[in-house]
């Protein structure tokens, strides 16, 4: 609550955009500093956060002056904005995923005008945001990625250390594990107390308490200014967005896994619209170089965790796919997918390898499956 309230600048005046579902760590701020605040908080109506010209109606309509959103929906949400739209919005937090100079640049280009912009950082355990850090035009040595910044509150203790052991401090500027010490850390998970011994030990850098290990690798300068650098143990997170738009599909089986090489493989069974659903949940979570531009389809779960897939191999075969140019298109072309009634034997191995002469269109419908989507629409209307 003090981070978002003072480290920001909130005031009594501003509305607030409550956009994220519950079952989000991030919504917590968003739900309760604006009730600590004694501000407005403008909700976006129910199952229609990831509709972005419904978001930007609704911020426009009850004028919003802050919003909240993880860095690739960001880029994906002003897509649906031009200059001028949102006149009284003047802050946008960013939290879940690496913030970049390239969604910094994007935004101001977008609305026309340099709109501040924070990089949050924080996990749950230790309640959501600890650090803050501005992101400016013009920050130097920001191509990679901005800072996470600075702890926000006189009572959050930030340091980095050594992965191996906790409890020996890594110099400025060398990487280690960032751990987070105060009063806001968590006392563990519920019935894990393995998990908990390993993640929550006793602090041994400053007050009294327990030290959160986060598992994430950074660096720290003398200053306090922290740097993420990754994963120390290869975890691949998964946001709320890639959850979402998998919900569709509760047969879904695997996941994306690492290999040795630390490249990341994905698999999957193959199975109607699966391929571009894992894909556009990939293009929204994942960074360009971690996506695949050819998926593996394999037969049985004991061959994905055996061996990598073989487009020579009987059980598999590959088939390129293009990274949806956005969040609009790639629903389009997953809703499209789902509807299709024309052509009932393109259905299960859609997309693109289709035999049929009127359906074989590069990964795009030919005129039989936009005509069925047509009808559809007619008939409803």
């Known amino acids: 609550m003090a981070l978002r309230s003072t480290t920001t600048g ?23 500093v604006p009730m600590y605040l004694g501000c407005t908080s403008v909700v976006v109506p129910d199952g229609e956060h990831l509709e972005f010209e419904v978001v930007r109606e609704t911020m426009a309509r009850a004028a919003v002056t802050v919003a909240h959103f993880v860095p690739s929906v960001l880029s994906l949400f002003l897509d649906f904005v031009s200059a001028g739209d949102l006149p009284d919005l003047r802050q946008i937090s960013c939290t879940g995923e690496a913030l970049l100079l390239s969604h910094r640049e994007k935004l101001t280009k977008k609305l026309g005008r340099s709109l501040p912009l924070f990089n949050l950082y924080g996990p749950t355990e230790a309640c959501v945001e ?10 130097a040595g920001a191509a990679h990625g901005f800072p996470i910044g600075v702890a926000g509150d006189a009572g959050v203790h930030m340091y980095v250390v050594d992965p191996s052991d906790p409890a020996v401090l890594m110099p400025p500027g060398a990487k280690g594990e960032i751990c987070i010490g105060g009063i806001q850390v968590a006392y563990g998970y519920f019935n894990r107390p393995e998990l908990t011994a390993e993640k929550f ?27 993420y650098n990754g994963r120390a143990d290869r975890q691949v997170a998964l946001t709320l967005t890639l959850a979402l738009a998998l919900t569709p599909f509760p047969t879904l089986t695997p996941f994306p896994t690492l290999t040795p090489s630390s490249t990341l493989t994905p698999t999957l069974t193959p199975t109607p619209t699966l391929t571009l659903a894992l894909t556009l949940a990939l293009a929204l979570t994942l960074t360009l170089s971690l996506t695949r531009s050819r998926w593996a389809a394999c037969a049985s779960s004991s061959e994905r965790s055996r061996r990598s897939c073989s487009s020579d191999s009987p059980a598999c075969s590959t088939s390129p796919l293009r990274r949806p140019t956005s969040a609009w298109s790639a629903w389009r072309r997953l809703d499209l997918a789902r509807s299709c009634r024309a052509c009932r034997r393109c ?23 936009r005509s069925a989507l047509q009808a559809r629409s007619t008939t409803t209307s």
Not at 10 to 32: G, H, N, Q, Y
Not at 130 to 139: G, P, S
Not at 349 to 358: E, G, L, M, Y
Request: hydrophobic fraction near 35%; charge should be negative.
């Open 10 to 32: 909130f005031t009594a005046r501003d509305v607030f955009l409550l956009k994220t579902p519950a079952t989000f760590d991030c919504s917590i701020p968003e739900m309760w």
């Open 130 to 139: 600890v650090t803050f850090f501005e992101a400016k035009d013009d920050e």
């Open 201 to 227: 030990v006793p602090n041994p850098h400053g007050p009294p308490g327990l030290l959160y290990r986060t598992g994430d690798l950074g660096t720290i300068s003398a200053d306090g200014l922290l740097e």
């Open 347 to 369: 259905r299960p191995r859609w997309p693109p390898s289709c035999q049929q002469p009127t359906c074989r269109a590069s990964g795009t419908f030919a005129t039989r499956c």
